[in-house]
């Protein structure tokens, strides 16, 4: 089994600065690709950000210049950093990672979820 614990939300003011963290743990032999995607109700999930084992990233381009991905290999853990946020970036942020997990195989999992209100 793998789970996934998500923190860092809250309620910020247009311009300000949250950090999202997701701990994996669990029966995990590897994880390749982490990320973080957000939901608005009534709306698709969106991817928001990745990053390979390598350190690889890739952002949707609402969010470029403004959030930044990172990960600790040693502690299964990926960061968002999130600054100069907007009302628009207010949604429910999910933790997703693809791991390779004892007597699971390789799937993806997914975190609780995190609620970021950005709101003055």
């Known amino acids: 089994q793998v789970q996934l614990v998500e923190s860092g939300g809250g309620l910020v003011q247009p311009g300000g600065s949250l950090r999202l963290s997701c701990a994996a743990s669990?029966?995990?032999?590897?994880?390749?690709?982490m990320g973080w995607h957000r939901q608005v109700p009534g709306k698709q999930r969106e991817v928001v950000a990745t990053?390979?084992?390598?350190?690889?990233?890739n952002y949707t381009d609402s969010v470029k210049g403004r959030f930044t991905i990172s990960r600790d290999n040693a502690k299964n853990t990926v960061y968002l950093q999130m600054n100069n946020l907007k009302p628009e970036d207010t949604a429910v942020y999910y933790c997703?990672?693809?791991?390779?997990?004892?007597?699971?195989?390789?799937?993806?999992?997914w975190g609780q979820g995190t609620q970021v209100t950005v709101s003055s």
């Open positions: 669990g029966s995990i032999l590897s994880i390749f690709l």
């Open positions: 990053i390979s084992s390598g350190g690889r990233t």
């Open positions: 997703n990672i693809r791991a390779w997990a004892i007597g699971s195989g390789t799937n993806y999992y």
